[in-house]
């Protein structure tokens, strides 16, 4: 009993400190600093973001998030949408713990996101690994598409 005591204090330790820690948004439409600066305003209301630096050059939004918050993602092509824009890509950059396996396939458990299923996976991982990962976001299906692991 001890045992399963201490070994849940130990993975949920491990969970608290994992999480979803940044991301680049790409944004089509807008080509000036004040539609920029209308859809910076609609992502800085969001609950769970920290900072938001737009690029105007790459059409991108540069977030981070707040530590110990659950984030949406879907609250975010939401904020998007709503400032009169299309939501092109989401790349994220996240740790946490592998679940899974490589024939089944493996999802990253972050614990401050939903569970984001991993695709294309190099390297020899199994479950319970503490990784992190950076990709582009399905947002329809929480899957990443993994373009860097470690």
């Known amino acids: ?53 737009a690029n105007l050059k790459a059409t991108t939004f540069d977030l981070t998030f ?22 092109r890509d989401i790349k994220i950059t996240a740790s946490g713990i592998l679940s899974g396996d490589q024939q089944k396939g493996f999802t990253l458990i972050t614990g401050n996101s939903p569970d984001i299923k991993l695709s294309k996976i190099k390297g020899d991982f199994k479950e319970g690994d503490k990784i992190s990962v950076s990709g582009i976001l399905n947002i329809k299906n929480t899957s990443l598409n993994v373009s860097e692991i470690k």
């Open 1 to 53: 009993m001890k045992l399963l005591i201490l070994l849940a204090l130990i993975l949920s330790s491990s969970v608290a400190s994992a999480q979803l820690s940044k991301a680049i948004v790409g944004v089509d439409g807008f080509t000036c600093s004040l539609c920029a600066k209308g859809v910076e305003g609609q992502l800085k209301n969001l609950d769970f973001v920290k900072t938001v630096k």
């Open 66 to 87: 707040k530590t110990k918050s659950s984030i949406v993602v879907s609250e975010i092509a939401s904020a998007i949408s709503d400032g009169g824009f299309t939501l």
